[in-house]
């Protein structure tokens, strides 16, 4: 399955290196909702949860649902700018509904939902089916849903207000020594660009990235089957040190496209038993399987909320999600009359920095 971005112009023209202050501090959240995914960072976000004031720590669960399991499309911005408060203002310029959106969009679980108009703002039919999506992720997801449509000016002063304290809180160091990482990537790409051209940039960016023979596409291995096109804008490409191993894109009608990508390369796989090996790699085989596995990589899901987003019948996502629980490659957790399904990390990791590289990303 891909993701293909239509491009207008000579290539070179089109795509933009920049880095982002608001896109890693995003990525830097997302580390610490699933530590779990980011071993290398995990001593970081103990480290931080730790110092986090109880406030400040209460708001980042109940807004997690923005950078958890896909990240709302306003926190990868296609127009970075030089500071974190410069790019907040271009957020509080983005209209109500436009944010509502796009914050439900990623609350609900999954950037495969969409809020055709009228918008959950206007039309109650929109508002419900809003809820009920949000409903199915939890309380927490629920309750801020609820607040976002109810008081979006409120809910919108309170995220930003949130970000804004976790840049005094450990943004601002982070941000100090990522910075120079980011710049290095940056400088790289652009020369990559200048003398080799813009394919061996992409290349350089991630082996799941090519441009067609023609030039006039960008085709990314992703999990969505969709295409997209820059609307006679740049496609912006945001290194990221925190956001390893994901490649995240921001692909909405109405946004520009943008890929965020991470600087560093994937470790060596640990080695495994040829028994678990052909266990795991069988489990694997049946393409329904494979799909699910990636799915529940951007995180937890119930059976019911995976037989919504690929049209199968809940019996039929339970035989294969058992497939997969007695290969080792998924956790599961009971809350309350729901069970949620996870990926287990270190099991497909064992299994090889490709598959982790295409599970995660």
């Not at 096109?229 to 990221?240: D, E, I, K, Q, Y």
Request: charged residues 25%.
């Amino acid at each position: 399955m891909t993701l293909r971005i239509d491009i207008d112009g000579p290539p070179a023209e089109r795509l933009r290196f920049a880095a982002s202050p608001l896109a890693e501090l995003t990525a830097m959240l997302h580390v610490l909702a699933e530590p779990a995914h980011h071993p290398r960072h995990a001593d970081w976000a103990g480290d931080v949860w730790a110092g986090l004031r109880p406030e400040l720590a209460e708001r980042l669960r109940e807004a997690e649902f923005l950078w958890r399991s896909s990240r709302a499309d306003f926190l990868v911005p296609a127009r970075p700018r030089r500071t974190l408060a410069e790019e907040l203002d271009d957020v509080d310029r983005i209209d109500d509904e436009t944010y509502v959106t796009s914050a439900l969009i990623t609350t609900c679980g999954s950037d495969r939902v969409h809020f055709a108009a009228p918008s959950p703002l206007a039309d109650a039919t929109a508002r419900e089916r809003a809820l009920n999506l949000a409903q199915a992720r939890g309380a927490l997801q629920e309750a801020f849903a609820e607040r976002l449509l109810a008081d979006p000016a409120a809910v919108r002063q309170r995220v930003r207000h949130t970000l804004e304290q976790c840049a005094e809180a450990f943004f601002d160091t982070a941000w100090t020594g990522v910075a120079v990482q980011l710049a290095t990537d940056l400088r790289l790409k652009n020369d990559l660009m200048k003398r080799r051209g813009i394919e061996a940039a992409l290349a350089s960016v991630s082996s799941a990235i090519t441009l067609t023979p023609d030039g006039n596409r960008i085709i990314v291995d992703k999990l969505q089957d969709k295409a997209t096109s820059a609307h006679g804008a740049r496609v912006t490409f945001l290194p990221s040190v925190f956001g390893r191993p994901h490649l995240v894109m921001v692909h909405a009608p109405g946004w520009q496209p943008v890929v965020q990508y991470p600087v560093a390369e994937a470790g060596p796989a640990e080695p495994v038993s040829l028994k678990t090996v052909t266990l795991r790699l069988e489990a694997l085989s049946h393409p329904v399987r494979l799909r699910l596995l990636r799915t529940l990589a951007r995180g937890p899901h119930t059976t019911g909320e995976l037989a919504n987003a690929w049209e199968l019948s809940p019996p039929e996502v339970s035989r294969h999600l058992a497939v997969l629980r007695r290969a080792g490659l998924l956790t599961a957790r009971r809350q309350g009359r729901y069970v949620r399904y996870s990926l287990n990390l270190s099991n497909v990791t064992a299994l090889g920095g490709d598959l982790l590289a295409a599970v995660l990303r």
